[in-house]
C-alpha cells in the first residue's frame, strides 16, 4: 500500500509530511519519557524484521491481486504505540529513500496510512479492549486479526481520501474505495493471521514484551532470545524467502488498474520532478534489486543512463531466485537495524543529558 508521488499534490503531500512529523517529535518525546534501554535492540530487529516482511507479497487468490505484511500491528503490540510508530517510520523511509518503495512526496501519507491508523487507533482502541490483562491465544488470534483488519481498512481509506483530495481526477472516489476496502479486507485478514503468529511466538519466548507495551513499564528481563530469533528470521525471510514473492500488483495497484486502466499514473509538475529526481540517486537498490542501465530501444546502444522504477515492477518469473534481491533484504534490513538504533539511543543520551 506505498503510495506514489503521483497520486498526490504537493499541497496535500506536503500537509502530511508536516502531521506525519509532529507525530514523530510526539512519539519521540514519549520514548524517551519511558527511558527502556532493554528495548533499544528490540526496536533494531523488529524494523529489520518488518522490512524483510514487506518485501514478500502473498497472493489473494481469486482476484489477481496481492499484498504484503504492513507489520504496524505487530510493532504496537510488542513495542507499545510510540516506539512501534517511530519504527516503522523508519522502515518507510529506508525503503523510500534507497529502495524507490514509495515516492518521497508520498512519504508522511505512507507514514500515516500505515503507522498512525495501526499504533493509535487499532492497536489502543481494539487489540487492547479485547485482550484486556489477559495473554489468552484465543483473544490473541481474534484482536490481532480484527485490529489488522480494522487499520488496515483506515489505511486503504486514507489512500484513497488523499488521492481524492488531492484532485486525482482518474480515480474517482466511488469507484476507487469500492475496490480498495474489500481487496485490502482481504489483505488484513492474512495479515492478523500472521501478526498472532509472531505474537505468539513472542508469548511462549519472553511474555513480559508484551506486559512491557501494554502497560509502558520497562522491560525487567533479557529479551536477548526474543531478538535473535527475530534477527534470524529477518535475514532468513530478506535474503532467501523475499525470492517467493507474488507477481501479482499488490492491493493498491489493482485497485488502480481496475478503476483506471493502468497501475501507475505520470508524475505532472516540478515539484514532482524534483522528487523523483532526488529518489533516482538516493536509491541505489531500486525495485529491491541493483539497478539497471538503460539502452536506446532504437539504436540497440547502451546510453548509460540508470533507471529507477517510481513503483515496483515484479518478475515474471516464480520463484525470482536473484542475487539483487538478496542483497536489497539484507541491506535494506540492516539500514533499518541501524537507523532504528540510532534513534534509540539517541533518544537514551537525551534522557541522560535532560
Not at 542483497?327 to 534509540?344: E, I, N, P, Q, R
Request: net charge positive; proline share 4%; charged share 15%.
Amino acid at each position: 500500500m506505498h503510495m506514489a508521488d503521483a497520486l498526490l499534490s504537493p499541497a496535500v503531500g506536503g500537509a502530511m509530511w508536516v502531521v506525519s512529523g509532529g507525530l514523530v517529535a510526539y512519539s519521540a518525546k514519549k520514548v524517551r519519557e519511558e527511558a527502556d534501554d532493554r528495548k533499544i535492540p528490540l526496536m533494531g530487529v523488529l524494523g529489520a524484521f518488518i522490512f524483510a516482511a514487506q518485501m514478500i507479497n502473498f497472493t489473494i487468490p481469486g482476484t489477481g491481486s496481492s499484498g504484503h505484511m504492513g507489520g504496524g500491528m505487530i510493532l504496537a503490540i510488542l513495542l507499545g504505540p510510540y516506539a512501534s510508530f517511530l519504527v516503522l517510520a523508519s522502515v518507510l523511509t529506508v525503503q523510500a529513500l534507497f529502495f524507490a518503495d514509495g515516492g518521497l512526496l508520498a512519504l508522511g501519507c505512507n507514514i500515516i496510512n500505515m503507522g498512525f491508523f495501526t499504533s493509535f487507533v487499532a492497536y489502543p482502541l481494539i487489540y487492547k479492549k479485547i485482550m484486556g490483562c489477559g495473554h489468552d491465544k484465543k483473544r490473541l488470534l481474534l484482536a490481532a486479526t480484527v485490529a489488522g483488519v480494522v487499520g488496515l481498512q483506515f489505511g486503504a481509506f486514507g489512500v484513497v481520501l488523499e488521492t481524492v483530495s488531492s484532485g486525482i481526477s482518474e480515480l474517482p472516489f466511488k469507484a476507487f474505495v469500492l475496490l480498495m476496502l474489500p481487496i485490502h479486507l482481504a489483505i488484513g485478514l492474512v495479515e492478523g493471521l500472521v501478526t498472532s503468529g509472531v505474537v505468539s511466538f513472542v508469548m511462549a519466548a519472553r511474555p513480559e514484551i508484551l506486559t512491557a507495551a501494554a502497560e509502558r513499564t520497562p522491560l525487567g528481563v533479557s529479551v536477548k532470545s526474543a531478538v535473535l530469533g527475530i534477527a534470524a528470521a529477518a535475514v532468513l525471510i530478506g535474503v532467501a524467502l523475499s525470492w517467493f514473492a507474488s507477481a501479482n500488483p499488490d492491493g493498491l495497484e489493482w485497485a488502480m488498474l481496475r478503476t483506471y486502466g493502468k497501475e501507475e499514473l505520470e508524475t505532472k509538475g516540478k515539484v514532482h520532478d524534483l522528487l523523483a529526481s532526488l529518489q533516482k540517486k538516493t536509491a541505489f537498490l531500486p525495485d529491491y534489486d541493483f539497478k539497471k542501465v538503460g539502452t536506446d530501444p532504437e539504436a540497440g546502444t547502451n546510453t548509460g543512463e540508470v533507471k529507477v522504477e517510481a513503483a515496483p515492477v515484479r518478475k515474471a518469473a516464480w520463484p525470482a531466485v536473484d542475487v539483487g534481491t538478496s542483497v536489497a533484504g539484507l541491506v535494506g534490513g540492516s539500514l533499518t537495524l541501524v537507523m532504528a538504533l540510532l534513534a534509540g539511543f539517541g533518544l537514551k543520551r537525551r534522557k541522560v543529558a535532560s
